[in-house]
């Protein structure tokens, strides 16, 4: 009964280490006091992928990490940065994959490149199909 607790223990353990213990940063939770430069964080924050949850943006993820992207975000919006240089300083800091839209180079080109190989594939099959039943 001992040794089949301790790997549970362990892992619930785990878990409740995986927040932190830090008080959230000011602008994680709260909007920026212009409309203007609260609208331009939020589109922003929409396109950038949260590095813990993977699925979700960092506007809609609960996660400690992406609080802490959206006060960067914030912050630099209320700095005067556009968009764009904030999302290039992100991606630089945090790599291609904190982007939903990720660049065309020689490691993500299969991404790009992969739908369109099926779409034809798949187009090839069909007109194969179809000329075996019209035949």
Avoid: N
Avoid at 100 to 121: F, K, Q, R
């Amino acid at each position: 009964m001992r040794r089949a607790l301790v790997p549970l223990v362990l892992v619930l353990a785990g878990a409740a280490q995986a927040d932190s213990t830090l008080p959230a940063s000011p602008l994680a939770y709260t909007q920026l006091a212009d409309p203007d430069q609260e609208a331009q964080a939020k589109a922003l924050m929409e396109t950038l992928r949260c590095l813990v949850c993977q699925g979700q943006s960092i506007a809609d993820s609960d996660a400690d990490m992406a609080g802490e992207m959206r006060a960067l975000v914030r912050q630099r919006i209320a700095a005067g940065e556009r968009p764009a240089q904030v999302r290039k300083w992100l991606i630089e800091r945090y790599g291609d994959y904190v982007t939903y839209d990720p660049p065309l180079s020689w490691v993500t080109a299969p991404l790009w490149i992969m739908p369109l190989l099926l779409l034809g594939l798949g187009v090839l099959l069909a007109r194969r199909l179809f000329q075996r039943r019209a035949a």
